[in-house]
């Protein structure tokens, strides 16, 4: 038995993870359109019908777009926090009570072998969580979305064999770049999203023994390049005494196309 996952899409234009056991799978936030989600899908041969649920991280557009197209269309089950559920409301448009389940932060879920933790980043959303996937002593964590990595979040999500971790922006390319002050304070504040710098910093406290890959994910389409973040991150790594490449792997994550399905 093992734990698998696709990262069909990552970027400040829409994400989507998708995980799968033997009996169950998942999918951590709809960033798409339905058709789009559809297209995501198809592309890693899986059929959404099947999803045992989806899990919301927060409210923000580039994670939630397709969520209520796909829940009604397909009659899924979405979990989200209770501050997540009311402030996403409007745009998900209705879902029937019977398809909608509270996950509290700081919890675990489970179904069949897989258990599914949740726990709190620091964003402006109204309660962002993120996830780790515990499956037969693997552990696999997506931490994005966050503009600080806490001692807590580190201590939840270390020595996993799999993480896809925010990489958002160079920090120089943010300062010199097109956006207006107030955006590009509120990216570089606590409550915005971490630099190729500071996830790299990030990693490298919590990387361990375990570790063998870390994807670089939601990367700013206009503050960042795939290149410059995996130079950047993997220099601040080895900086810090881990070698890229010798005792875990280093990797792109991509907008539009799917990684392919791997296991953890």
Same mark, same amino acid.
């Given at each position: 038995?093992?734990?698998?996952?696709?990262?069909?899409?990552?970027?400040?234009?829409?994400?989507?993870?998708?995980?799968?056991?033997?009996?169950?799978?998942?999918?951590?936030?709809?960033?798409?359109?339905?058709?789009?989600?559809?297209?995501?899908?198809?592309?890693?041969?899986?059929?959404?019908? $099947? /999803?045992?649920? +989806?899990?919301? #991280?927060?409210?923000? =557009? %580039?994670?939630? &777009? @397709?969520?209520?197209?796909? *829940?009604?269309?397909?009659?899924?089950?979405?979990?989200?926090?209770?501050?997540?559920?009311?402030?996403?409301?409007?745009?998900?448009?209705?879902?029937?009570?019977?398809?909608?389940?509270?996950?509290?932060?700081?919890?675990?879920?489970?179904?069949?072998?897989?258990?599914?933790?949740?726990?709190?980043?620091?964003?402006?959303?109204?309660?962002?969580?993120?996830?780790?996937?515990?499956?037969?002593?693997? $552990? /696999?964590?997506? +931490?994005?979305? #966050?503009?600080?990595? =806490? %001692?807590?979040? &580190? @201590?939840?999500?270390?020595? *996993?064999?799999?993480?896809?971790?925010?990489?958002?922006?160079?920090?120089?390319?943010?300062?010199?770049?097109?956006?207006?002050?107030?955006?590009?304070?509120?990216?570089?504040?606590?409550?915005?999203?971490?630099?190729?710098?500071?996830?790299?910093?990030?990693?490298?406290?919590?990387?361990?023994?375990?570790?063998?890959?870390?994807?670089?994910?939601?990367?700013?389409?206009?503050?960042?390049?795939?290149?410059?973040?995996?130079?950047?991150?993997?220099?601040?790594?080895? =900086?810090?005494?881990?070698?890229?490449?010798?005792?875990?792997?280093?990797?792109?994550?991509?907008?539009?196309?799917?990684?392919?399905?791997?296991?953890?």
């Amino acid at each position: 038995m093992s734990l698998r996952y696709s990262i069909l899409a990552s970027g400040s234009t829409g994400n989507a993870l998708y995980v799968e056991s033997d009996d169950h799978s998942f999918l951590v936030d709809a960033g798409f359109s339905g058709k789009q989600m559809e297209s995501l899908f198809g592309q890693i041969d899986r059929d959404i019908s $099947k /999803l045992s649920g +989806i899990f919301v #991280t927060h409210e923000h =557009s %580039d994670h939630i &777009k @397709g969520i209520g197209v796909l *829940a009604r269309k397909y009659h899924l089950p979405v979990f989200a926090n209770e501050k997540t559920w009311r402030a996403m409301e409007s745009s998900v448009g209705v879902i029937p009570t019977e398809q909608k389940f509270m996950f509290n932060m700081e919890t675990v879920k489970s179904f069949g072998s897989v258990d599914i933790e949740s726990f709190g980043v620091s964003h402006d959303a109204a309660e962002p969580m993120f996830y780790v996937f515990h499956h037969s002593g693997k $552990k /696999l964590v997506l +931490i994005t979305d #966050t503009g600080y990595v =806490s %001692d807590r979040m &580190k @201590g939840t999500i270390s020595n *996993a064999d799999v993480y896809i971790f925010e990489s958002n922006h160079d920090v120089q390319m943010l300062r010199m770049g097109r956006y207006p002050w107030n955006i590009k304070r509120r990216i570089l504040s606590d409550v915005g999203h971490v630099s190729n710098e500071d996830a790299a910093l990030a990693m490298s406290d919590v990387v361990g023994d375990r570790t063998k890959r870390v994807y670089l994910a939601h990367l700013s389409l206009d503050n960042n390049m795939k290149d410059l973040a995996k130079m950047a991150v993997a220099q601040t790594l080895e =900086s810090r005494g881990l070698v890229v490449g010798e005792q875990f792997g280093l990797y792109d994550t991509d907008p539009k196309i799917p990684t392919i399905l791997t296991a953890v």
